[in-house]
């Protein structure tokens, strides 16, 4: 690792900005989109059904001490008093974790805070050009989305909000371990017990659609996916291309399921993106059509590359924004096509209070259509953040992986009014470290805690683990599998970014770790991982 791009005591740059600060350039050219999309949708939902997958790592094996509900996450000053706390205690020593409702006494430089994500289209589109061989854009490579493309069975809390553990491994270079910490919200009621949806579709009908077949193809995917949904569900949909239409106002599922197949039925291929266009009109018919109690969501389907009408991310994005703060309206972004504006879909659901992925592939719409639209119909947790408070007296360097975009200034971890990340039901989160402990340093690492308001009441909430320098004993490649799986989605993205994490293997080396996962967890998912590694080991020949 590079001093560059490691935290140290005195020189980390706090920086102030919004949480949802994008340094990433859109795409300019347009590219067959929604096929790609309608193939993965009749191949995904007509063919391999709704069907689950199972689990395939293993949780922490109980390294870290969870807690309870400590307020604050953030261990001492070095020079602070040592009154003892609650529930820190290492080397016969007592360190201070900062007292309920009064700041933290950790110096800034030792506290990493940033809003909580559950994107993955970084990791499906990267794929996606690997396939198509081509080694993807630096610029458009998330390791956090790298990482949480994959399960983990953290455990799960009861009702709303997270459990957090934690738990880490040495790395392969001298003195540098992994820490991570895993957050994870409890499982998505039974489709009977959930609150009824209010849907909008907004889909991408432009020219790439002309080709014989490919809206045929969408229209029996959407007509699938619309007799899955329950009698008191509703949906509408919106098309756009030069312009966008309302083809169908919030129509009640139950009564109405033969007015949304001849929606859909209707549905026609015409010219050029205008994206801004869609998302307006998507927005007012989901304003409209908002039903008290349910929830209500837009869902975007589109390559996100807008070449009509008002193209300014900025604009769009104020639009998407004052439909979350007055109706509290969610975005769920699909992604497809082999050119996609990944900057400006992720912009669009971060400004929606949503998250994004990418098809490419029948699986991928399995899992997008079965898994995570339904786990997106209702929340678990609103505006949520992550402080991890490393103790001075233990760690001399840290550096989170990833999350470069979802950085929040420390001192707004508490502030309510601050954006954080919006998670719905059966979602884990992952943060991965690469920190180096002190010469001879044991005891106390860090605490972990996640911080987010009930999505009814908007009532705060906390949690809190910690973790012990004896939890980083293990090398990183004898360690759980799921903390292996973690490590080998971050050394991929890394060196899809040409950065140095420490202990880095070759691209060979870490297909063939994934290959050893693979038949262990007999993981698809982690299958595809050692496929994509390889792939982008022979483009870089």
């Not at 983990?152 to 934690?166: H, I, K, L, W």
Request: contains cysteine; aromatic residues 4%; glycine residues 10%.
């Amino acid at each position: 690792m590079r001093p560059d791009s490691e935290h140290r005591a005195g020189d980390r740059d706090r920086t102030r900005a919004s949480a949802r600060a994008r340094r990433r350039p859109r795409a300019r050219t347009r590219a067959r989109a929604v096929g790609l999309l309608a193939a993965a949708l009749v191949g995904g939902l007509l063919v391999t059904g709704c069907g689950g997958g199972s689990d395939g790592s293993s949780a922490d094996g109980g390294k870290a001490r969870r807690t309870g509900p400590l307020p604050a996450p953030a261990p001492a000053r070095p020079s602070a008093p040592s009154t003892p706390a609650p529930g820190t205690e290492a080397d016969g020593e007592q360190r201070d974790i900062a007292p309920t409702g009064t700041p933290s006494p950790t110096p800034a430089d030792y506290l990493s805070t940033f809003a909580l994500d559950v994107d993955t289209a970084s990791y499906g589109y990267a794929r996606r050009t690997l396939a198509d061989g081509r080694l993807p854009d630096p610029k458009t490579v998330r390791p956090e989305e790298f990482i949480n493309s994959f399960r983990q069975d953290y455990p799960r809390p009861e009702g709303n909000g997270f459990s957090v553990t934690a738990d880490g491994a040495r790395a392969g270079e001298e003195g540098w371990s992994f820490l991570r910490v895993g957050l994870a919200t409890g499982p998505a009621a039974p489709a009977s017990e959930r609150p009824p949806a209010a849907l909008t579709f907004v889909i991408d009908v432009s020219g790439s659609m002309s080709e014989t077949g490919r809206l045929d193809l969408v229209k029996q995917s959407l007509g699938v996916m619309t007799d899955q949904l329950r009698p008191d569900d509703s949906l509408a949909l919106v098309t756009f291309s030069d312009t966008a239409e309302t083809v169908l106002p919030m129509t009640r599922v139950g009564g109405g399921r033969g007015r949304v197949h001849d929606a859909i039925d209707s549905l026609e291929p015409l010219s050029s993106t205008n994206l801004d266009a869609g998302v307006r009109t998507g927005y007012d018919t989901a304003v409209e059509g908002a039903r008290p109690g349910a929830t209500n969501r837009v869902v975007l389907l589109s390559d996100a590359l807008a070449n009509t009408g008002e193209t300014d991310a900025d604009a769009i994005l104020d639009r998407i924004s004052d439909a979350r703060r007055e109706h509290g309206i969610t975005l769920f972004g699909v992604g497809v096509g082999s050119e996609y504006g990944d900057a400006l879909m992720e912009r669009l659901a971060d400004k929606g209070d949503g998250h994004t992925t990418y098809v490419s592939t029948p699986e991928e719409a399995r899992k997008v259509f079965c898994d995570e639209l339904p786990q997106n119909i209702e929340l678990r947790a609103r505006e949520a953040k992550a402080q991890v408070a490393f103790d001075p007296q233990t760690v001399q360097r840290f550096r989170l992986i990833g999350y470069d975009d979802r950085r929040v200034a420390d001192d707004d971890y508490r502030d309510d009014r601050v954006d954080g990340g919006e998670v719905g039901p059966g979602h884990t989160v992952t943060a991965l470290y690469a920190i180096r402990l002190r010469p001879g340093a044991s005891g106390h690492v860090a605490t972990a805690g996640v911080r987010w308001l009930d999505p009814d009441t908007r009532a705060p909430h906390e949690e809190t683990t910690q973790i012990e320098a004896s939890a980083l004993d293990t090398d990183v490649w004898r360690s759980n599998h799921g903390l292996q799986l973690t490590a080998t989605a971050a050394y991929f993205a890394d060196a899809l970014r040409q950065g140095a994490l420490p202990g880095a293997p070759t691209l060979p080396q870490l297909a063939s770790r994934a290959d050893k996962l693979a038949r262990a967890t007999e993981d698809n998912d982690v299958r595809q991982l050692a496929k994509a590694i390889r792939r982008a080991d022979e483009l870089r020949i």
